[in-house]
């Protein structure tokens, strides 16, 4: 229990589906991410928010929309995606940049998702 | 752009024995962060480097932090089957932020 929870942990959509992903961190962090991890390539960083305000959009297309409504939860709104967005969603989260050096991150589980 | 490379990509060893897995690039990181994923989980974090040169040791698993900051090496003795997973280094870039560089990854296997 890394204290990240995602919901749902497996979600299977249609390429016209709205779908969102949540996540929801309880170590008293104030940024957090969302990463794309696809079979054979690296970890793929998506969005950062800093005191929930978006300081990084890694040129994610639009069909992807992050929401942080506080620093406690995390977002990903999906919708109109293709068979190649399959992937697993990472969430994390960390003490935000200038309060320590580490930057050392923490992450749920995953969201495991099958565009059909 | 930062990168980091990892070998090998794919380790398959039989329990009881050693294995080093390679972290390189060439840009400097202030700190540097290995993490092990399990099938169906997300990455856990486990250790820190900070100093050049700096060697940590966390039961059977020793991580070292290059000289110059820019690669890192993870050192598993002994392995065991409950060492299989997915290890990645990330680089925290010097200037700040709160931008991680993953590593390309290795996949561990640990046979009985």
């Known amino acids: 229990e890394t204290g990240v929870t995602q919901t749902p942990r497996h979600l299977v959509m249609g390429m016209t589906n709205k779908k969102s992903l949540k996540c929801e961190q309880h170590l008293g962090h104030n940024a957090m991410y969302w990463y794309k991890q696809s079979a054979k390539k690296p970890l793929e960083l998506m969005f950062v928010?800093?005191?929930?305000?978006?300081?990084e959009n890694n040129s994610v297309p639009s069909r992807f929309s992050p929401e942080c409504p506080n620093s406690s939860h995390l977002f990903l709104h999906l919708h109109t995606l293709q068979p190649e967005d399959s992937a697993l969603y990472l969430c994390?989260?960390?003490?935000?940049?200038?309060?320590?050096?580490?930057?050392?991150?923490?992450f749920g589980p995953g969201t495991r998702l099958t565009v059909l | 752009t930062q990168l980091l490379e990892q070998s090998p990509q794919f380790l398959s060893i039989q329990e009881g024995e050693n294995l080093t897995v390679y972290c390189n690039s060439s840009s400097v990181f202030s700190s540097l962060q290995w993490y092990r994923q399990e099938p169906g989980e997300g990455p856990v974090l486990l250790v820190t480097?900070?100093?050049?040169?700096e060697v940590k040791k966390l039961k059977r698993l020793t991580f070292q932090f290059g000289d110059a900051r820019k690669d890192s090496s993870l050192h598993i003795t002994a392995a065991q089957p409950g060492d299989t997973g997915l290890y990645l280094c990330a680089g925290n870039p010097t200037g700040g932020g709160n931008k991680l560089t993953f590593g390309t990854g290795t996949q561990l296997k640990v046979e009985l």
């Open positions: 480097v900070v100093t050049g040169g």
């Open positions: 994390a989260s960390s003490r935000r940049a200038g309060t320590t050096i580490y930057n050392e991150q923490f």
């Open positions: 928010y800093s005191l929930e305000e978006r300081v």
